[in-house]
Protein backbone atom coordinates (compact mmCIF):
# COMPACT_ATOMS: atom_id res chain seq x y z
CA UNK A 1 0.00 0.00 0.00
CA UNK A 2 1.20 3.31 -0.79
CA UNK A 3 1.78 5.71 1.91
CA UNK A 4 2.86 9.04 2.54
CA UNK A 5 3.88 10.59 5.46
CA UNK A 6 4.45 14.20 5.83
CA UNK A 7 6.70 15.80 9.14
CA UNK A 8 8.28 18.97 10.64
CA UNK A 9 5.40 21.23 11.09
CA UNK A 10 5.09 23.63 14.24
CA UNK A 11 4.41 26.72 14.89
CA UNK A 12 7.63 29.05 13.59
CA UNK A 13 7.66 33.25 13.79
CA UNK A 14 7.92 35.46 10.64
CA UNK A 15 11.89 35.29 9.20
CA UNK A 16 12.37 32.03 10.69
CA UNK A 17 13.38 28.40 9.28
CA UNK A 18 11.46 24.79 9.18
CA UNK A 19 12.10 21.88 7.59
CA UNK A 20 9.32 19.47 6.05
CA UNK A 21 10.14 15.90 5.62
CA UNK A 22 7.44 13.47 3.49
CA UNK A 23 8.91 9.66 3.97
CA UNK A 24 7.01 7.56 1.09
CA UNK A 25 6.24 3.71 1.71
CA UNK A 26 4.80 0.92 -0.40
CA UNK A 27 6.18 1.83 -3.78
CA UNK A 28 9.78 2.51 -5.39
CA UNK A 29 10.55 6.01 -4.33
CA UNK A 30 13.34 7.08 -6.79
CA UNK A 31 10.88 6.22 -9.86
CA UNK A 32 8.82 8.67 -9.46
CA UNK A 33 8.92 12.74 -9.24
CA UNK A 34 7.22 14.23 -6.27
CA UNK A 35 5.27 17.77 -5.10
CA UNK A 36 4.75 19.90 -2.37
CA UNK A 37 1.34 21.59 -2.80
CA UNK A 38 -0.23 23.89 0.39
CA UNK A 39 -3.59 24.99 1.04
CA UNK A 40 -4.09 28.08 3.20
CA UNK A 41 -6.68 28.66 5.85
CA UNK A 42 -9.95 29.66 3.68
CA UNK A 43 -7.52 29.58 0.47
CA UNK A 44 -7.64 27.03 -2.23
CA UNK A 45 -5.18 24.64 -2.95
CA UNK A 46 -1.36 26.23 -4.32
CA UNK A 47 1.38 24.28 -6.00
CA UNK A 48 4.66 25.12 -3.98
CA UNK A 49 7.30 23.10 -5.62
CA UNK A 50 8.48 19.74 -7.20
CA UNK A 51 11.49 17.73 -8.08
CA UNK A 52 11.81 14.98 -10.45
CA UNK A 53 12.72 11.42 -9.98
CA UNK A 54 16.66 11.83 -9.34
CA UNK A 55 16.36 15.58 -7.69
CA UNK A 56 17.90 16.81 -10.38
CA UNK A 57 15.50 19.50 -11.51
CA UNK A 58 13.55 21.43 -9.04
CA UNK A 59 10.82 23.91 -9.84
CA UNK A 60 8.99 26.24 -7.69
CA UNK A 61 6.15 28.54 -7.55
CA UNK A 62 6.52 32.61 -7.86
CA UNK A 63 5.47 33.24 -3.85
CA UNK A 64 8.40 30.83 -2.50
CA UNK A 65 10.81 30.96 -5.08
CA UNK A 66 14.32 32.22 -3.74
CA UNK A 67 13.52 30.92 0.00
CA UNK A 68 12.05 27.50 -0.50
CA UNK A 69 14.56 24.39 -1.55
CA UNK A 70 13.37 21.14 -2.26
CA UNK A 71 15.67 18.44 -2.27
CA UNK A 72 14.76 14.50 -1.64
CA UNK A 73 17.18 11.57 -0.28
CA UNK A 74 15.92 8.61 -2.23
CA UNK A 75 17.85 5.86 -0.15
CA UNK A 76 15.74 7.55 2.49
CA UNK A 77 12.76 7.61 0.40
CA UNK A 78 11.94 10.99 1.68
CA UNK A 79 12.01 14.29 0.21
CA UNK A 80 12.22 17.47 1.85
CA UNK A 81 11.05 20.85 1.85
CA UNK A 82 13.60 23.47 3.45
CA UNK A 83 11.87 26.83 4.13
CA UNK A 84 13.69 30.10 4.85
CA UNK A 85 12.72 33.59 5.25
CA UNK A 86 8.93 32.42 6.85
CA UNK A 87 6.37 35.50 6.29
CA UNK A 88 2.65 34.73 7.51
CA UNK A 89 1.53 34.14 4.28
CA UNK A 90 3.17 30.71 4.50
CA UNK A 91 0.86 29.61 7.23
CA UNK A 92 -1.05 26.65 5.76
CA UNK A 93 -1.68 22.87 5.53
CA UNK A 94 1.19 21.29 3.56
CA UNK A 95 0.41 18.36 1.73
CA UNK A 96 3.49 16.05 -0.36
CA UNK A 97 2.17 14.23 -3.39
CA UNK A 98 3.21 11.50 -6.37
CA UNK A 99 3.46 12.32 -9.53
CA UNK A 100 2.66 9.61 -11.88
CA UNK A 101 6.16 10.61 -13.98
CA UNK A 102 9.77 10.67 -13.35
CA UNK A 103 10.30 13.79 -15.14
CA UNK A 104 7.10 14.71 -17.05
CA UNK A 105 5.26 16.70 -14.75
CA UNK A 106 3.26 18.62 -17.38
CA UNK A 107 2.06 15.27 -18.41
CA UNK A 108 1.55 13.92 -15.01
CA UNK A 109 -1.40 13.62 -12.29
CA UNK A 110 -0.72 13.18 -8.19
CA UNK A 111 -1.58 9.87 -7.45
CA UNK A 112 -0.98 9.57 -4.08
CA UNK A 113 -0.94 12.60 -1.42
CA UNK A 114 -0.03 12.95 2.68
CA UNK A 115 -2.43 13.71 5.23
CA UNK A 116 -0.85 16.90 5.52
CA UNK A 117 1.21 18.64 7.78
CA UNK A 118 0.62 22.26 9.55
CA UNK A 119 2.78 25.48 9.52
CA UNK A 120 1.87 28.22 11.06
CA UNK A 121 3.45 31.75 10.80
CA UNK A 122 3.27 34.28 14.03
CA UNK A 123 5.29 36.20 16.66
CA UNK B 1 -6.15 35.69 -7.86
CA UNK B 2 -5.59 32.07 -9.78
CA UNK B 3 -4.15 31.67 -13.03
CA UNK B 4 -6.83 29.36 -13.94
CA UNK B 5 -10.00 30.77 -12.98
CA UNK B 6 -13.22 28.55 -11.63
CA UNK B 7 -16.53 29.67 -10.48
CA UNK B 8 -16.34 29.66 -6.47
CA UNK B 9 -20.03 27.91 -5.89
CA UNK B 10 -21.86 25.24 -7.70
CA UNK B 11 -25.20 23.50 -6.61
CA UNK B 12 -27.44 20.75 -7.56
CA UNK B 13 -29.86 18.41 -6.24
CA UNK B 14 -29.97 14.79 -6.05
CA UNK B 15 -29.65 13.23 -9.41
CA UNK B 16 -28.73 16.42 -11.26
CA UNK B 17 -25.66 16.79 -13.87
CA UNK B 18 -23.62 19.93 -12.59
CA UNK B 19 -20.66 21.58 -14.58
CA UNK B 20 -17.44 22.97 -12.98
CA UNK B 21 -15.49 25.14 -15.65
CA UNK B 22 -11.89 26.26 -15.86
CA UNK B 23 -10.59 28.52 -17.77
CA UNK B 24 -7.01 29.42 -18.35
CA UNK B 25 -4.73 30.21 -21.38
CA UNK B 26 -2.75 28.81 -24.17
CA UNK B 27 0.56 28.73 -21.56
CA UNK B 28 -1.34 26.09 -19.55
CA UNK B 29 -4.54 24.29 -20.24
CA UNK B 30 -3.85 25.49 -24.31
CA UNK B 31 -0.75 23.28 -23.98
CA UNK B 32 -0.75 20.83 -21.16
CA UNK B 33 -3.20 18.34 -19.56
CA UNK B 34 -5.80 19.15 -17.18
CA UNK B 35 -6.69 17.06 -14.21
CA UNK B 36 -9.01 17.76 -11.54
CA UNK B 37 -9.06 16.73 -7.85
CA UNK B 38 -11.48 16.58 -5.36
CA UNK B 39 -10.97 17.68 -1.63
CA UNK B 40 -13.73 16.43 0.66
CA UNK B 41 -13.87 18.06 4.11
CA UNK B 42 -10.69 16.65 6.32
CA UNK B 43 -9.07 14.78 3.85
CA UNK B 44 -6.14 14.89 1.76
CA UNK B 45 -7.17 15.80 -1.77
CA UNK B 46 -7.85 12.51 -4.52
CA UNK B 47 -7.52 12.76 -8.36
CA UNK B 48 -10.98 12.68 -10.07
CA UNK B 49 -9.79 13.29 -13.94
CA UNK B 50 -6.19 13.72 -15.41
CA UNK B 51 -5.36 14.10 -18.84
CA UNK B 52 -8.00 16.07 -19.49
CA UNK B 53 -10.80 13.35 -19.35
CA UNK B 54 -9.07 9.69 -17.94
CA UNK B 55 -10.68 8.09 -14.64
CA UNK B 56 -8.15 6.86 -13.14
CA UNK B 57 -9.79 3.18 -11.53
CA UNK B 58 -12.20 3.43 -8.66
CA UNK B 59 -13.68 6.93 -9.80
CA UNK B 60 -16.98 6.46 -10.56
CA UNK B 61 -18.40 6.80 -14.37
CA UNK B 62 -20.50 9.69 -13.08
CA UNK B 63 -17.50 11.88 -13.34
CA UNK B 64 -15.91 13.11 -16.61
CA UNK B 65 -13.50 15.61 -18.23
CA UNK B 66 -13.48 17.69 -21.51
CA UNK B 67 -11.18 20.16 -22.52
CA UNK B 68 -11.86 22.83 -25.83
CA UNK B 69 -8.53 25.13 -26.74
CA UNK B 70 -7.86 26.85 -22.91
CA UNK B 71 -10.74 25.86 -21.09
CA UNK B 72 -12.00 22.59 -19.49
CA UNK B 73 -14.85 21.30 -17.59
CA UNK B 74 -15.57 18.63 -15.16
CA UNK B 75 -19.34 16.87 -15.11
CA UNK B 76 -20.74 15.00 -12.63
CA UNK B 77 -23.53 13.41 -13.19
CA UNK B 78 -26.57 11.39 -11.00
CA UNK B 79 -25.43 14.25 -8.07
CA UNK B 80 -25.12 12.27 -4.73
CA UNK B 81 -24.69 13.88 -1.45
CA UNK B 82 -21.05 12.66 -1.16
CA UNK B 83 -20.51 14.72 -3.86
CA UNK B 84 -20.39 17.75 -1.42
CA UNK B 85 -16.62 18.75 -2.05
CA UNK B 86 -14.27 21.42 -3.24
CA UNK B 87 -13.14 20.81 -6.62
CA UNK B 88 -9.80 21.91 -8.50
CA UNK B 89 -8.43 22.18 -11.71
CA UNK B 90 -4.97 21.80 -12.71
CA UNK B 91 -2.62 22.32 -15.62
CA UNK B 92 1.07 23.09 -15.72
CA UNK B 93 2.06 26.29 -16.88
CA UNK B 94 4.73 26.34 -19.66
CA UNK B 95 5.27 30.17 -18.77
CA UNK B 96 5.49 30.30 -15.20
CA UNK B 97 7.48 26.63 -15.52
CA UNK B 98 5.39 25.25 -12.87
CA UNK B 99 2.03 24.19 -12.22
CA UNK B 100 -1.02 26.19 -11.38
CA UNK B 101 -4.25 24.99 -9.89
CA UNK B 102 -7.80 26.78 -10.15
CA UNK B 103 -9.37 28.91 -6.88
CA UNK B 104 -11.78 25.87 -6.64
CA UNK B 105 -15.09 25.31 -6.70
CA UNK B 106 -17.32 24.29 -3.59
CA UNK B 107 -20.14 22.21 -4.55
CA UNK B 108 -23.17 21.85 -2.23
CA UNK B 109 -26.21 19.07 -2.78
CA UNK B 110 -28.97 20.76 -2.06
Known amino acids: EVQLLESGGGLVQPGGSLRLSCTGS????????MTWVRQAPGKGLEWVSGATATGTNTYYGDSVKGRFTISRDNSKNTVYLQMNSLRAEDTAIYFC????????????????WGQGTRVTVSS | QSVLTQPPSASGTPGQRVTISCSGSSSNIGSNSVNWYQRLPGMAPQVLIYGNDQRPSGVPARFSGSKSGTSASLAISGLQSEDEADYYCAAWDDSLNGEVFGGGTQLTVL
Open chain 1, 26 to 33: GFTFGNYA
Open chain 1, 97 to 112: ARETMMYDFWSAYKDY
